[in-house]
């Protein structure tokens, strides 16, 4: 069983920036791919960004490309989202996923989530 918490989130103003972090716990982290989430209030759960077991391949939604950069330290067992340029659109509750394969971008994939944190943007 494979333990996820995030944290790193808070109010920030449009155009700054925010590093979310992501322990996992409770399994081996090098085998799993791990994914970045968010669900704004009253919409559905998107991705965001995904990386796979060694950290060179990477993936992102459109919508933050540019922006954000997923990066993982196995030593550490630790998946991070640099957020730059945030935007007020940016808002929601950031959600770390794992799961031992891919696809990286469909939610169906991840068997394991942490219970999320909070990301508010203020324009």
């Known amino acids: 069983q494979v333990r996820l918490v995030e944290s790193g989130g808070g109010l920030v103003q449009a155009g700054g920036s925010l590093r979310l972090s992501c322990a996992a716990s409770g399994g081996t982290f090098s085998s799993y791919v791990m994914g970045w989430f968010r669900q704004a209030p009253g919409k559905e759960r998107e991705f965001v960004a995904g990386v796979y077991w060694r950290g060179v391949s990477t993936l992102y939604a459109d919508s933050v490309k540019d922006r954000f950069s997923i990066s993982r330290d196995n030593a550490k067992n630790l998946v991070y989202l640099q957020m730059n340029n945030v935007k007020p659109e940016d808002t929601a509750v950031y959600y770390c996923?794992?799961?031992?394969?891919?696809?990286?971008?469909?939610?169906?994939?991840?068997?394991?989530w942490g219970r999320g944190t909070q990301v508010t943007v203020s324009s």
């Open positions: 996923a794992a799961s031992l394969r891919g696809p990286l971008a469909a939610s169906s994939t991840y068997n394991y």
